[in-house]
């Protein structure tokens, strides 16, 4: 573009054709100083609705603990793991240290783990896919990763069989993607990544059905229907760790690659012509949702609707520049499981699984965004 600007100015022809045109970003991925500012105050808001919404959740429940004991009781315990016996008057019971420590704060983790890497997966495929239809089930992960864990459940293993079994056939399962991709070739690889992802989720759905219909029905099958629905209810430190290893490794590079969506969303040609090659920059992330997606199964089972709604809520706030929508789907998507999860153990004196809150409030609330961008012509 630059050469051809100096020709015009010089009054002569280039010597190559005219130059293509390379549409320009859009408004909201434009640098400048303002907009680097408005981004950062998001930013923070999110984080500060995330902080308020994770002490609500540590508050709340049959046995109410007060906020400002929480407070108190995470503060000293910081200073006793960095090194202090624990600087602050004691003004909370041994009852609320062992609920808040022990139980809720483990919760909170794990809920922020599982509902920000599912939020984060969902509106980078959304991004690849330029479809608002597209969540991680659609390549076939969730599906492949449920089916590894149902099989380890059915051969009466745990522990650390669980994150492999989900890993191994989540990763399997979007290697079979991956391949049935290829046959489109170039032009129609998007689509048939669509398709195969529909097809591989088939079968490893019918697989799991058929597990389920062998299994035990005094033994295993409870278990079974309850991890397929959802649960972070045995939430532990150890299962925090598991998940946050895959969970960190998929959301750095899709985080630190999320300037490359703003360029795929131009069109294969213009992002090659802005050096970015669009096939390897797809595989790296799809590799990258799947490892956050099968992590999220392995420790949480199989949580639908949060990939797919909250993404939509971040963009009707933030906008569609993907620098601020995914650090802003990552931090909301954990703030709504964190609700998902208090209102499970809170509604009823049996707790309900998150998958059944996550439909029934995910439902409504994806169709009336759907309306409303409808209205707006948003929707093509």
């Known amino acids: 573009m630059a050469t051809t600007s100096s020709a015009a100015e010089m009054g002569t022809a280039p010597a190559a054709g005219p130059a293509r045109k390379v549409p320009a970003p859009p408004a909201g991925a434009r640098r400048g100083t303002p907009t680097a500012a408005r981004r950062r105050l998001i930013l923070l808001l999110c984080f500060l609705i995330l902080c308020t919404v994770a002490l609500v959740s540590m508050a709340a429940g049959r046995y109410w ?23 602050l008057r004691r003004t909370w019971t041994d009852q609320e240290a062992t609920v808040v420590l022990d139980v809720r704060l483990p919760r909170v983790l794990l809920a922020f783990l599982v509902g920000g890497a599912l939020s984060l997966g969902g509106a980078c495929l959304q991004a690849l896919f330029r479809n608002p239809l597209v969540s991680p089930d659609i390549i076939g992960v969730t599906a492949g990763a ?48 669509v398709l195969g992802g529909i097809v591989v989720a088939a079968f490893f759905n019918a697989l799991v059905s058929f597990m389920t219909y062998i299994a035990d029905p005094y033994s295993e099958l409870p278990s079974i229907v309850h991890w397929l629905l959802g649960s972070i209810a045995a939430a532990s430190y ?97 703030t709504y499981l964190m609700l998902i999860d208090t209102l499970s153990r809170s509604i009823t004196s049996s707790e309900l699984p998150l998958g059944i809150l996550t439909a029934i409030i995910g439902a409504p609330v994806f169709v009336a965004l759907l309306a409303r961008s409808q209205k707006k012509g948003q929707v093509s």
Do not use: Y
């Not at 603990?65 to 600087?87: H, Y």
């Not at 051969?155 to 290697?175: D, H, I, K, R």
């Not at 960190?248 to 131009?266: K, Q, T």
């Not at 709604?309 to 520049?321: M, N, S």
């Open 238 to 334: 150890d299962k925090v760790l598991t998940a946050l290893v895959p969970v960190a490794l998929g959301a750095a590079v899709v985080l630190a690659l999320r300037w490359r969506l703003n360029v795929l969303s131009l069109g294969d040609d213009d992002a090659a012509a802005l050096g970015v090659n669009p096939q390897r920059s797809r595989v790296l992330l799809l590799c990258a949702v799947a490892l956050m997606t099968a992590g999220t199964v392995a420790v949480a089972g199989a949580v639908g609707w949060v990939g797919l709604v909250v993404p939509h809520l971040a963009r009707l706030w933030v906008g569609p520049d993907h620098r601020v929508l995914l650090p802003a789907s990552l931090l909301l998507g954990g």
């Open 146 to 193: 449920s089916f590894g864990g149902v099989l380890v459940l059915t051969l009466g293993l745990s522990g650390g069989w669980m994150v492999g079994g989900a890993f191994g056939f989540g990763l399997a399962a979007l290697a079979g993607v991956l391949l049935l991709g290829r046959l489109g070739g170039r032009d129609n690889a998007m689509l048939m990544i």
């Open 65 to 87: 603990v007060p906020p400002n004991e929480i407070l108190r009781i995470l503060a000293n315990e910081a200073t006793t793991v960095f090194g202090g016996e624990g600087m």
